[in-house]
């Protein structure tokens, strides 16, 4: 199957369920919701399926779901207990899976498939309203534990040919990740602006040299006390190396503190500008 190249994403996808949280507790998530249901087109035809890249699944090496029927992983703490009986049932897919492993050996990256894991909350939370109908097929791609820069940016370029067969592919993260830490605004403002700056206005190569030094960045480890919430934009980037980046949702007071930001990758297909 041969159709246009589909754009790549990272999307900072909220905190724990929140997509499946009732009132008032939703009222916090509003913009991010409404960002993720303008979204909803770019995943139609000709798009077959989703991989993502969450920043809530870590391997040494590299893991790939495999089931036909995920089921769900519950990895958060502090909720209503509501929020541990939810369920999002789209399918996984076997095939695409394989294909991931496949791509990924052909260029030396050895990876296994895993037919236990489930949707966790960096899959399900943007998922619930990107795809309500849970009708999409998504398959997911661990991190490293290493969590290498490089590492990923050459993971995102081995999968670049799923592009073209209908697969979007999305790195589920945060744009800053340190709810504890100190002066969140000042911090996640600053390095949001080194993001927008990489990600959005840098030359190619350029931004995959920032990339690989990010700890550079100001308030880097401030605003990612620990990367697993970066690394996933790593595989987004290197998927569509050589194409231009776009800001497609920011958000200057998330949970009334933070600026947040999420990025898209290449050029929206043609079923989505129609």
């Given at each position: 199957m041969s159709?246009d190249?589909?754009p ?7 905190g ?7 009132e008032p507790r939703r009222?916090?998530?509003v913009n991010l919701?409404r960002?993720?249901?303008?979204l ?7 798009v077959?399926?989703v991989l993502i ?6 391997e040494?090496g590299f ?9 769900m ?8 207990e509501?929020?541990y009986h939810i369920s999002?049932a789209?399918?996984g897919?076997?095939e695409?899976?394989?294909r ?10 050895p990876?296994?498939l895993?037919?236990?894991?489930g949707y966790?909350?960096?899959t399900?939370?943007l ?8 009708n999409?097929?998504i398959v ?5 534990v ?5 590492l ?5 370029r081995?999968?670049?040919?799923l592009?073209q067969?209908?697969?979007v ?5 945060f744009?800053?990740h340190?709810f504890r830490?100190a002066?969140?605004g ?10 927008q700056?990489v ?10 040299k920032?990339?690989?030094r ?15 919430h ?14 231009p980046?776009?800001?497609?949702y920011h958000?200057k ?9 999420s990025?898209r990758f290449?050029?929206?297909h ?5």
């Amino acid at each position: 199957m041969s159709i246009d190249l589909l754009p790549t994403y990272f999307l900072s996808h909220g905190g724990g369920p929140w997509s499946f949280v009732e009132e008032p507790r939703r009222a916090n998530y509003v913009n991010l919701e409404r960002f993720l249901i303008e979204l909803r087109p770019e995943l139609r035809s000709p798009v077959r399926a989703v991989l993502i890249i969450s920043g809530h699944w870590e391997e040494r090496g590299f893991a790939i779901s495999s089931s036909a029927k995920p089921g769900m992983v519950f990895d958060y703490s502090g909720f209503p207990e509501y929020l541990y009986h939810i369920s999002y049932a789209a399918p996984g897919s076997p095939e695409i899976a394989e294909r991931v492993r496949d791509l990924l050996a052909a260029g030396g990256v050895p990876a296994r498939l895993d037919s236990e894991r489930g949707y966790d909350h960096g899959t399900f939370s943007l998922m619930k309203v990107l795809a309500p109908g849970e009708n999409v097929p998504i398959v997911q791609l661990s991190l490293d534990v290493g969590m290498d820069p490089a590492l990923h940016l050459q993971v995102g370029r081995l999968l670049a040919p799923l592009r073209q067969e209908g697969v979007v592919i999305i790195g589920s993260g945060f744009s800053y990740h340190n709810f504890r830490g100190a002066r969140p605004g000042v911090v996640s403002q600053q390095f949001d602006a080194w993001l927008q700056h990489v990600l959005v206005q840098a030359k190619p190569a350029e931004r995959t040299k920032q990339l690989i030094r990010w700890e550079d960045a100001p308030y880097a480890r401030d605003a990612h006390a620990r990367e697993d919430h970066l690394i996933p934009l790593m595989v987004a980037v290197g998927a569509a190396e050589e194409e231009p980046g776009a800001c497609v949702y920011h958000e200057k007071a998330f949970l009334q503190m933070i600026t947040a930001s999420s990025f898209r990758f290449g050029s929206p297909h043609t079923d989505a500008t129609a």
